[in-house]
Structures are given as C-alpha cells and as structure tokens.
C-alpha cells in the first residue's frame, strides 16, 4: 500500500441514507519500486478504515470502463482487501 486519501461523503442513490464514504487508495504491485501502480476507489465500510503506508495487503479490484463525450475511462474499485501479517 503506497497511500491512502482522506474519506469523503458522496451522494448516493444506493446508500440508505443518501450518503456513502468514498476515498482512493495507491497499490503497487510486489516486485520492486517499478512495479505497476493502481489508484483505486474506496467506496462505503472499506473507505472508512485506515491502511498502513508499506504494508503488503492483498486486493479484490474490479475494472470498468465507460464512455463520456468520445473518450473512454477506466474505473479501478478495491472491493476487498486484506492486510498480510
């Protein structure tokens, strides 16, 4: 785990109350320093906790992608994650 933003409340048609925490998360994978990075949303309960910086974890992340005005964007979503002892 490289970082860790500050949870925010964002609107939410899904949420009960209106609201859900929403914070982003940069993973890199192991190896080494030039390794591939993820910048990922942490969305609900997962963005509330809070992640040691250099602390190996293991991620559930699932990829989307959609179209806005003739560009396409990629989503990366931590659904799960687990801190290696």
Known sequence: MISQTEPVYV?????????????Y??????????????????LGDIALKKYETGKVVVASLRFTT???????????VATEIVEIK
């Open 25 to 42: 998360i940069r993973l890199r994978e192991l190896g080494g320093d030039y390794e591939d990075e993820y910048q990922c949303a942490l």
């Open 66 to 76: 959609h179209e806005a005005n003739g560009a396409y964007y990629q989503d990366i």
């Open 11 to 23: 609107t939410s048609k899904k949420s009960e109350n209106g609201q859900l925490a929403k914070c």
